[in-house]
């Protein structure tokens, strides 16, 4: 297995983001010179090869962007950087139906596209359960992005962390309904001060299909993480902007070291979870890229 790292988790825009209110804006050039800095990766110097982007979620949720104009920036950012870029589509069910993800078609052929995200929060549903309300009324909103991304045989990714939207254990029901699609849950439940990891690792335990990108995520949850559920089943990611890929990293890369900083995982199970497993559930080439050119 080629040792490179895949950063799972990025939002790029080039303004103010307008709803999470981080900025003034993060832009692919930042994220790009980002990636080309040194890290220290269990004693070897590494470099960030490849990442997946997304646009900013404030710009999915207002309501005044159609799904492409949301996703321009992104677009012409992978077209820049093609072989550093691939995208992950924020998809909003209460504002883009199926003429919109018809598009999904052209930009996995032409914009590098790897993977559907969807942010139970942000855009205020609940994930269907078995009563029929609101169970019902959310298999209309979600069931047709299950549905895409198993056509177009990509993952999902889910935001997870807080209640009442995003909680992990809600995931098991559209887990179930469709095993044949990979489900990445994103801050592996994580990524708020009351922590919903354990939930995530026993969804992630019990579930096939169900993966962890680990941003966000304490280094004792994390140890409990790679101990339940063994390096095949965690992803890193770094949710920049806000998060530097530094701090997420060294999260993940500490696991190489004994107990208590870390549990004495071996370089390949190291090298899985920041590039390996992406690279296989996504289909990105592990070959080392051409260095881009960043503006500094």
């Known amino acids: 297995m080629a040792r490179i790292i895949i950063d799972s988790h990025n939002h790029i825009i080039n303004q103010p983001e307008p709803v999470w209110g981080w900025g003034p804006k993060f832009t692919v050039e930042q994220l790009i010179a980002m990636m080309d800095r040194e890290y220290d ?49 924020v998809m909003n069910p209460r504002l883009w139906g199926s003429a919109e ?29 078995f009563n029929p309300y609101p169970g019902n009324h959310s298999r209309e909103l ?33 887990a179930e309904t469709f095993p044949d699609v990979p489900i990445i849950v994103a801050h592996a439940g994580a990524n708020n001060e009351e922590s919903y990891a354990t939930d995530a690792i026993l969804l992630a335990r019990t579930h096939d299909n169900v993966f962890l990108e680990c941003s966000w995520v304490q280094p004792l949850d994390l140890q409990q993480a790679a101990h339940g559920l063994g390096a095949d089943k965690l992803i890193f990611g770094s949710d920049g902007a806000p998060n530097a890929i530094n701090q997420q990293l060294r999260n993940i890369t500490n696991l190489h070291l004994p107990s208590p900083l870390g549990i004495g995982l071996s370089e390949d199970e190291i090298y899985k979870m920041i590039g390996g497993n992406i690279a296989q559930l996504c289909k990105i080439p592990l070959e080392e890229p051409v260095r881009a050119q960043h503006v500094g």
């Not at 018809?102 to 359960?129: A, G």
């Open 41 to 89: 990766v269990m004693g070897e110097v590494k470099r960030v090869s490849k990442a997946i982007v997304m646009t900013g979620l404030g710009l999915t949720s207002l309501g005044d962007h159609t799904m492409r104009e949301a996703h321009e920036y992104v677009i012409q950012s992978v077209l820049k950087y093609p072989d550093r870029l691939f995208m992950n589509a």
């Open 101 to 129: 993800m018809d598009q999904l078609n052209q930009w996995q052929e032409q914009y590098n596209l790897r993977m559907l995200k969807i942010h139970p929060t942000m855009h205020n549903y609940l994930l269907p359960m």
């Open 142 to 174: 979600v069931y047709p992005i299950w549905e895409k991304a198993r056509e177009l045989d990509v993952p999902i990714m889910i935001h997870m962390g807080e209640s009442p939207f995003s909680i992990p254990a809600t995931v098991a029901p559209v």
